[in-house]
């Protein structure tokens, strides 16, 4: 395997870098993939079109996929493995990834996921083959997983383990779909409540409205993790469900007039993770009208993950390293609680609790639909100062 150029990302021979220049210093903030070619005895590169590194290294997933069909190299000689009977693990995975994963809005949390299992390949049995996972393999797998700490340092948690091992099985079972395999994986994923130790720590409204001046204090750099902090906090939405969140009609999301978010667009099937239909407070609506396609995006148009500007605001203000995007939910949930909100209507907020396929079509049209919970998020925001657009959340100004 080649050294790391730039020391940003790499997968198999590529790797992430810049262009950079006699000294070494960057040319641009533009990331490109780099990897060296045999046949022409050169270094070769490829644009990402991104500055974001967190999508550029998802590109370099996708290029390594894509021509290596993620078979593995030998890490002592560089050497590709020698091809046997079956199909290779990393194979189901490059398949389920450039077929489905790379598709989702949880495309960056699916990538984290498959490249950890792919980690494990490498370092312990790369020429693995579908038929090889069994309860002992994926034993195995958690047993080495627990000694990989995360990028951040922090020991890595069960439920992180446990989240890849349910990507695998879906990467598997898209194998058996397509007849790639013979039979359906048949190992056992832990239920959540086995592995869960759910954070404790519950985020005051001082700290809350601390995170949105933090955002706001960032400018253009923050306006991602500003949009973030009011979607979740007016939705009580889960992260991937709030970075789904957009105003195309086509999606069927944002109904202006009636002032109703539908976090489950148009076409995607619920899971048991239930997205709700919800009314939003005034300051969310604004913006919401104010938004063109995804709510948080990037120059490209596309959803944007918050990943690194969370964890950045986080050390910032000196919170736990537990606090994570998923505390917004939860902070919210105690604090409507406190005030009184309704359980029943908090439970249909956070999508623990469903109507029935008949009640579901005509409840939201209905104005006291969820209204005292969403007056008590109004009562919320209002705390937190929620009351004024940013600038880049104005109405455009008509010209003349």
Sequence with gaps: MPDIKGGIYQRGQYWLDYLRDKDGAAKSDWLYIHWYDPEKRRGARASTGTTDPAIAQLKLDIHYLKRTKGYASCPACGQDVVRIDGHFIAEAISDYFLDHGDKQSSAVEIKSRLNHVLDYLEAESPAATCDAVDDAWVARFREWSQ?????????????????????????????????????????????????????????SVSQMRDMLDYALQQKGRGEALYRYLVAAMG?????????????????????????LLNLNPIGRQQTRKYRAHVPVPNHLANMLDNTSGYFIQNKRGRVMTIRNPWGTMRRALGLPD????????????????????????????????????????YAPDSPDYLSATLATIEDVFSDLNLDVLPDYAQPARKSG
């Design 147 to 203: 000694d990989q700490p995360l990028k951040t340092g922090a020991k890595r948690s069960p439920s992180t383990t446990e989240s890849a091992v349910l990507q695998l099985r879906a990467a598997l079972n898209h194998a058996y779909n397509r007849k790639a395999i013979a039979h359906k994986p048949s190992f056992m994923v832990k239920k959540p409540r086995e592995v869960n130790n759910s954070p404790r720590y519950r985020l």
């Design 235 to 259: 939705t009580l939405g889960r992260p991937d469900a709030v970075l789904d969140i957009s105003t195309d009609p086509a999606r069927g999301q944002w109904d202006s007039s009636a002032r």
């Design 322 to 361: 537990e606090v994570g995007s998923k505390s917004i939910r939860r902070s919210m949930a105690r604090e409507l609680r406190m005030r009184g909100a309704p359980n029943d209507e908090l439970e249909l907020f956070l999508g623990h609790r469903t109507l029935n396929s008949t009640t579901e079509i």
